[in-house]
């Protein structure tokens, strides 16, 4: 069932995703494709216009604004000019971004075996209406209706929307999620990440696929699993991997990552209300044996009738 009030009217996922599909394998342009790129650059600075309006206060708006017109000085480009949007030529295999000499503290796993064993992984997952499991494998059902901080450390940052799956109901599902992977190093710039219910982009919100200009860039990347259905991230940088999924409607998330990192916070006591690392608040789980058994007790008190009254 369609929820029009948890659809955002904000359309900038659709900006990003236009400009990407436009300058997809362009990073090491040659003087030959820099006008295509910046008539791809104008294009998508004219589809965030059209969008303002809708988008004040959105993290992912504000980061495409600032990244266009960063990428708009690097590239010299001009703010007039044609903005169709042409297909930008893709790079042969042999001039990939990859690189195998990344620093290898840009290698989690590599650089942690260093200093002591292999490190311990934990997982988070939220999916469902919504049902959450932590990092400290306590499984929970909760309304948790609005935003909602997931995780929030020293790395990266996470934060879903709920909205209610029918009106008035105590059960929601996941609407928007954002993640913001935190400068780090000589590894990665900050990332944006944001999906929408019917937008689950396989690019950050700036367009790019990876950590960025750093040389060790490649540590963070998307990969589009299955096209608007599934993506997953890997941040090899901080041993991590997320799992973004929509699933009829709705989003869910599910994350593994090493208790060094979950653990990695300023203040632990000043965390409050993480989910993946506190639970659900009291007030916020639904105890679904409470209610069932509540139910189960109310069917049989019908099934028997109404009580007579006791003789005088």
């Known amino acids: 069932m369609r929820v029009g009030s948890s659809t955002s009217p904000c359309k900038i996922l659709k900006c990003n995703s236009e400009f990407w599909a436009a300058t997809s394998g362009s990073h090491h342009l040659g003087a030959e494709e820099a006008p295509e790129f910046?008539?791809?650059l104008r294009a998508y600075a004219h589809c965030t216009r059209r969008t303002a309006r809708t988008c004040r206060g959105d993290l992912a708006y504000h980061s495409a604004v600032h990244g266009i017109d960063d990428l708009m000085v690097q590239h010299?480009?001009?703010?007039?000019?044609?903005?169709?949007?042409?297909?930008?030529?893709?790079?042969?295999?042999g001039d990939s971004q990859e690189r195998s000499d990344s620093p290898e503290i840009c290698h989690y796993e590599k650089s942690f075996h260093k200093h002591s064993a292999a490190p311990n992984y934990t997982h988070c997952g939220l999916f469902g209406d919504p049902h959450l499991r932590t990092f400290t494998d306590t499984f929970q059902t909760c309304k948790v209706q609005g935003a909602w901080p997931l995780i929030d450390n020293n790395y990266l940052n996470v934060q879903v929307t709920n909205t209610p799956v029918l009106p008035g109901s105590s059960?929601?599902?996941?609407?928007?999620?954002?993640?913001?992977?935190?400068?780090f190093q000589e590894c990665v710039d900050q990332k944006v990440y944001q999906a929408e219910m019917d937008e689950l982009p396989a690019a950050f919100v700036d367009g790019s696929k990876n950590g960025g200009d750093k040389h060790g860039a490649n540590s963070l990347k998307i990969t589009e699993k299955?096209?608007?259905?599934?993506?997953?991230?890997?941040?090899?940088?901080?041993g991590t991997t997320i799992v973004v999924r929509q699933v009829g409607r709705y989003l869910t998330f599910a994350v593994r990552m090493p208790e060094e990192v979950v653990n990695a916070v300023e203040d632990r006591d000043s965390q409050g209300l993480y989910l993946c690392l506190r639970g659900c608040p009291a007030n916020q789980q639904i105890d679904f044996q409470t209610i069932r058994s509540a139910q189960a007790t109310e069917g049989r008190a019908r099934r028997k009738g109404p009580s007579l009254p006791a003789p005088p």
């Open 171 to 183: 059960a929601t599902a996941t609407s928007k999620l954002t993640i913001i992977f935190k400068s």
């Open 38 to 40: 910046c008539t791809a």
């Open 76 to 93: 010299n480009c001009s703010k007039d000019g044609p903005t169709s949007q042409p297909r930008l030529r893709t790079l042969p295999p």
């Open 226 to 238: 299955v096209s608007g259905q599934h993506i997953e991230i890997q941040a090899k940088y901080i």
